[in-house]
């Protein structure tokens, strides 16, 4: 199930989360280095993007995010299982509407180890044919609940039990407009783990600054796969940020990561996005975690910025 050890997952959403901010235009290069920085950090799982097989003629080239061609997924595959530790997953977004059954069953020989499929209440009865198919091929099977903060209780409890029903692995709860704060996602989680004994996945936004501390209480309370982006790249407010909870489980001993790539390819490729104080603002999350204050920040970062990172490991391996 693509797990860590202690039973958490953090999925990558940089390359379709973060493509409503760029307007998917990642070129195949800088894809493969937000994949290889995954890989190289110890994340299990990174999202190459939405699949639209219509698209693929039209924008498959220039946009390849948008659509995830075969070539592209092609290449992404080969990049995650090059990392250490046999690498990375690919995962895949898919609506319904874009694509069939049989489509899905395609992605496995890929590299992509999981599907996800964005649904309404109403909608996930209708993705059986779909959870046959991938299960059929050997990958796992996401529903992601989307705009939950919209929905009434007895709605995400049903969806939770159609979910079941279809054997999904995951089921996701998908703050689409950032809109909750901890006890909205505490509430959810005890009332869907009282209905369902699915592994949960929460996708946070962080329209009020609550993305993090979100993360945080859907653990605390049984979620087991996290979603999270490059610098919180994403529509809205933006996403979890993956330096950040990478850190904050590094530092917990709660996973074996190194946020050195992830902050490497941060800065290589997203600031035309996120401007040019990527690196101040990954080591003022370090030297948070480390509980260092500002004279002793300033007097690490004059020694280089590998430093702070050293000190993470350092301080890990002494908790």
């Known amino acids: 199930m693509c797990e860590l050890a202690d039973g958490v997952a953090l999925v990558d959403v940089t390359l379709r989360d973060g493509g409503y901010v760029n307007k998917h235009s990642w070129t195949v290069a ?29 924008d498959g080239g220039a946009l390849p995010s948008a659509s995830c061609p075969p070539q592209y997924l092609e290449i992404l595959g080969e990049e995650a299982a090059a990392g250490p530790d046999g690498g990375a997953g690919l995962v895949v977004m898919a609506h319904a509407r874009d694509v069939s059954p049989a489509v899905l069953a395609g992605l496995a020989r890929f590299g992509v180890r999981v599907v996800r499929m964005p649904v309404s209440p109403s909608g996930v009865r209708t993705l059986a044919p779909y959870a046959e198919a991938v299960h059929g091929a050997g990958m796992a099977f996401s529903v992601n609940l989307i705009r939950v903060s919209e929905l009434a209780e007895p709605d995400v409890m049903s969806a939770a039990r159609a979910a079941e029903e279809l054997s999904a692995d995951v089921f996701y709860l998908a703050d689409s407009n950032g809109s909750m704060f901890p006890d909205d996602v505490a509430r959810l989680a005890l009332r869907v783990r009282e209905t369902v004994g699915l592994t949960l996945g929460f996708h946070s936004h962080d ?62 490729v997203l600031a035309p996005w996120k401007g040019d104080h990527i690196l101040a603002r990954c080591e003022s999350i370090v030297g948070g975690m480390l509980d260092l204050n500002l004279e002793s920040l300033a007097s690490i970062r004059s020694r280089g910025s590998g430093t702070l990172f050293t000190m993470l490991d350092e301080a890990r391996a002494a908790s």
């Open 30 to 58: 800088q894809a493969r280095r937000v994949v290889r920085a995954c890989a190289a950090a110890g994340v299990p799982l990174v999202e190459a993007g939405y699949l639209r097989p219509a698209r693929h003629a039209d």
């Open 207 to 268: 329209g009020i600054s609550m993305g993090f501390a979100n993360a945080l209480a859907a653990m605390q309370h049984g979620f087991r796969w996290i979603d999270a982006s490059l610098c919180g790249m994403g529509k809205g407010g933006g996403n979890l940020a993956l330096e950040l909870i990478t850190t904050y489980l590094h530092s917990r001993a709660m996973g074996n990561f190194s946020v050195e790539p992830l902050v490497d390819a941060a800065t290589a």
